[in-house]
């Protein structure tokens, strides 16, 4: 069983940057691909990265691709997205998840483990 717990969210402006944080513990970290969604209120949550368990492949969806930048530490059973140029229209929560696979992909049915989120508001 693997327990996510993400941090780093938090409410910046326009145009700011911000870093999330997914820790992992519980299992074998290397053995999973990894992948951060996000959710507003009332809408499914939509894909927005992932990586592959080593790091070398990543994947973003097209309102992100440029600004955000999905990396991992496996040595520290960590993943991050760093989130640069933010809109208000990222608003959203933030989750992180687990595949117990070794390559990601973009729909949340296929990932096994899901963190509780963390809250990013962009906002003037």
């Known amino acids: 069983q693997v327990q996510l717990v993400e941090s780093g969210g938090g409410l910046v402006q326009p145009g700011d940057s911000l870093t999330l944080t997914c820790a992992a513990s519980?299992?074998?970290?290397?053995?999973?691909?990894m992948g951060w969604f996000r959710q507003v209120s009332g809408k499914e949550r939509e894909f927005v990265a992932a990586?592959?368990?080593?790091?070398?492949?990543?994947y973003y969806t097209d309102d992100v691709k440029g600004r955000f930048t999905i990396s991992r530490d496996n040595a520290k059973n960590t993943v991050y997205l760093q989130m640069t140029t933010l809109k208000p229209e990222d608003t959203a929560r933030y989750y992180c998840?687990?595949?117990?696979?070794?390559?990601?992909?973009?729909?949340?049915?296929?990932?096994?483990?899901w963190g509780q989120g963390t809250q990013v508001t962009v906002s003037s």
């Open positions: 519980g299992g074998t970290f290397s053995n999973y691909a």
């Open positions: 998840a687990a595949r117990r696979n070794f390559n990601y992909h973009t729909a949340p049915s296929n990932y096994n483990y």
């Open positions: 990586i592959s368990w080593s790091g070398p492949t990543t």
